[in-house]
């Protein structure tokens, strides 16, 4: 289902919590605004935890480390910086002006070093550029998955979606729970996601909680560009491996031109 909530008084636009809201996501995700001169810190004991510049400008301090290269004039602009801890890391965050970013969790015994991902970083891929006359062509950007962080739990990553194109496609589901947060550059802006038969109106502030095994697939209005976060958590003996298994009847158009 998808859903649009409001900030609460702490500046928190809560997607996802594991022993509550959504809890079938296996993730705690929010949403944090901060004004300029804020601090926020935490120290989380049981889980993993990454923090992805939505827009604004933060001072990232943990294990004695400083980065204060975080800039994002919005999350349109193709320059992601997220920070990656274990469990038991205290972080703080200082916003050098008015920012929001993105918090997501899960529960990690392992103990890994944190990793602080800047676009040099990032894996940036093209894909249906040269597929179906275009229609599907998106720009991905992965901060970490199963390749470069076996330790973690989950997946990070953005997807830049063109005005009147296609993404997740062609339809395709896989074991693991997956959430898409939405922005669009222009506040009316709007596309469809679609779960199984049912299609929902994507907004602006907007997210998708993909069940295990739910076909789904994205696309935005022209006129505008869509941008979303995807969140994957692995399962236990099954983390996603860019798993996709296509739905039958559509998985001809994986390798047609």
């Known amino acids: 289902m998808l859903e649009r909530p409001s900030f609460n008084e702490n500046g928190e636009r809560i997607l996802c919590e594991m022993n509550g809201k959504n809890a079938s996501m296996l993730m705690n995700i929010k949403v944090k605004k901060l004004s300029r001169g804020e601090v926020f810190s935490l120290c989380d004991e049981k889980n993993e935890t990454a923090y992805l510049l939505l827009k604004g400008q933060l001072a990232f301090r943990w294990n004695g480390e400083c980065a204060t290269t975080a800039k994002r004039e919005s999350p349109f ?15 703080e965050i200082e916003a050098r002006e008015d920012s929001e970013f993105i918090i997501q969790q899960t529960d990690n015994e392992r103990i890994f070093d944190a990793v602080y991902y800047t ?31 076996p330790y973690s739990n989950m997946v990070l990553g953005e997807v830049f979606h063109h005005p ?6 062609p339809p395709h589901h896989h074991p693991q ?23 929902e109106k994507s907004t602006d502030g907007s997210f998708l909680c993909i069940e295990p095994h ?6 935005c209005a ?27 009847e559509h998985e001809w158009l994986a390798n047609a031109d």
Request: with cysteine.
């Open 77 to 91: 602009i193709k320059t992601p910086y997220a920070l990656h801890v274990c469990r038991g890391t205290a972080v």
């Open 177 to 199: 729970p997956e959430v898409y947060y939405y922005q669009f550059d222009y506040p009316q802006g709007f596309g469809a996601a679609f779960m199984g038969d049912d299609v």
């Open 222 to 248: 022209p006129g505008y560009t869509m941008y979303y976060v995807w969140m994957i958590r692995h399962i236990d003996g099954d983390p996603w491996d860019k798993t996709r298994i296509y739905e039958a």
């Open 214 to 219: 739910c076909a789904h697939q994205q696309v």
């Open 164 to 169: 009147g194109k296609w993404s997740s496609y």
């Open 119 to 149: 676009p040099e970083k990032c894996l940036y891929q093209e894909f249906g550029n040269s597929q179906w006359g275009g229609t599907g062509h998106r720009t991905c950007a992965t901060m970490f998955d199963l390749s470069n962080a």
